[in-house]
């Protein structure tokens, strides 16, 4: 990470002191190449370090001009890791008389939400179970392994091939939902152990899927059943991040995925002609990006997403988010993102901890009128399809993502 941010005029007060500011100063510094932020109501400023943040620009900037408490603590696992690179951006703080929140957000909803995330935390929500990822890793290398033994014993034909595929794009799935583990820094202590095994699983267990910026999200109602579960992973994915790290110079992550396809045709050419390797690999990712698609949608698109609107962390990502009931089916289909709710507002929590937070979550909402709301699987799914149908015949007010991050990008280096 390392670096400063630069100073400002008012950097020191009487005394050597830092400054004080109100927040109608700092709401003043939004802009790009002026940004600040608040945390814990120290006022730093993030003008030069936004091009360096690990998470990228985006995210810190958007709440430049506003207090960045939650987010700050909901995507660093390593709080004092951090404040020591921040210490350089410090330049002030709130006076006194200032609210510890910006834009008349109700403090008493705050500060209990960032007391339940003491208690969760008090509790070891936010501790890792080894055996769970251990399991879950074991099952996907044991559905890739039958898959080459049903080819081995039963042959190519097209009903067993059928079968492989469907194991196969199964296994894909499951590592989608491993390689986001990682991603969001979840499994391990030490967070360059998530980065390393990040890269193994999205690059060699499964060649990649990550946040694609330039597909235009505020018109996905239009766009949703044509390109998005047929065609996301098998043709836009697939050339779209091998340009990407061609571009930016990624050569690790580009040799990971080629040792991705070197095991698959390794392994599938024994049985296959390559043109029919070629095309297996293909339908398992046709399945795939269905599985991907739908679980991934179906807590986020039928829901009320506008622009934003300046709101505290818990009503944003519950107004954004909706869960899924919980059972061991949806658990597992879903990669625990039924829980998304929880995910968004712990996204470093461990998955297998979701449940023991939601309780919790949903008694806060009730306290402050938060709408906390719960579909079962069918009902997800059917929403996905008429709300679209809805927002396109009814010429559809124009959305934008909110900004929940759900990024498999780096958050903290």
């Not at 670096?3 to 050597?16: E, K, L, S």
């Not at 003043?28 to 002026?34: A, I, L, P, V």
């Not at 987010?71 to 002030?92: D, S």
Request: include cysteine; proline fraction near 4%; hydrophobic fraction near 40%.
């Amino acid at each position: 990470m390392g670096g400063g941010g630069q100073q400002t005029d008012r950097i020191a007060g009487t005394n050597g002191r830092f400054g004080t500011y109100t927040w109608e100063e700092v709401q003043k510094h939004t802009k790009s190449g002026d940004q600040w932020i608040v945390v814990e109501r120290k006022v730093y400023n993030v003008s030069q370090w936004v091009k360096r943040h690990p998470g990228g620009l985006r995210i810190i900037g958007h709440y430049a001009g506003e207090d960045a408490t939650d987010a700050f603590h909901a995507f660093h696992p390593n709080i004092q890791l951090v404040r020591k690179y921040m210490k350089p951006l410090l330049i002030g703080e709130l006076e006194a008389s200032e609210p510890s929140q910006d834009r008349q957000k109700n403090g008493a909803l705050v500060e209990d939400f960032r007391a339940l995330r003491e208690r969760l935390e008090a509790e070891g929500c936010f501790k890792t179970q080894p055996l769970f990822f251990i399991l879950h890793l074991g099952h996907i290398l044991l559905l890739e392994a039958i898959a080459l033994m049903l080819l081995w014993y039963f042959g190519t034909g097209w009903i067993n091939t059928a079968i492989v595929s469907v194991i196969l794009a199964t296994a894909q799935s499951q590592a989608g939902w491993l390689q986001h583990d990682f991603g969001h820094l979840s499994v391990f202590k030490n967070s360059r152990w998530d980065h390393l095994l990040h890269k193994f699983v999205i690059g060699h267990l499964k060649y990649g899927v990550k946040k694609i910026k330039t597909l235009p999200y505020n018109h996905q109602h239009k766009y949703f059943f044509f390109i998005g579960p047929p065609l996301l992973i098998p043709v836009y994915f697939q050339f779209q991040i091998i340009q990407n790290m061609i571009t930016h110079g990624l050569w690790v992550d580009l040799m990971w995925c080629i040792s991705y396809y070197v095991r698959y045709f390794l392994c599938y050419t024994q049985f296959y002609s390559v043109l029919w390797a070629v095309l297996l690999f293909n339908i398992v990712r046709f399945m795939e990006s269905h599985w991907f698609v739908w679980v991934t949608q179906m807590s986020h698109i039928p829901m009320d997403i506008d622009y934003e609107k300046h709101q505290d962390w818990l009503n944003m990502q519950l107004d954004a988010t909706c869960n899924i009931e919980q059972s061991f089916f949806n658990d597992w289909f879903s990669g625990h993102l039924n829980f998304q709710i929880e995910h968004h507002l712990f996204p470093t929590m461990p998955r297998h901890n979701y449940w023991r937070a939601a309780p919790r979550v949903r008694a806060l909402c009730d306290k402050y009128g938060v709408k906390y709301q719960e579909k079962g699987l069918y009902e997800a799914f059917v929403d996905i399809v008429f709300g679209k149908i809805w927002r396109t015949l009814a010429g559809c007010v124009p959305q934008q993502i909110k900004p929940h991050f759900c990024l498999h990008k780096k958050i903290q280096s």
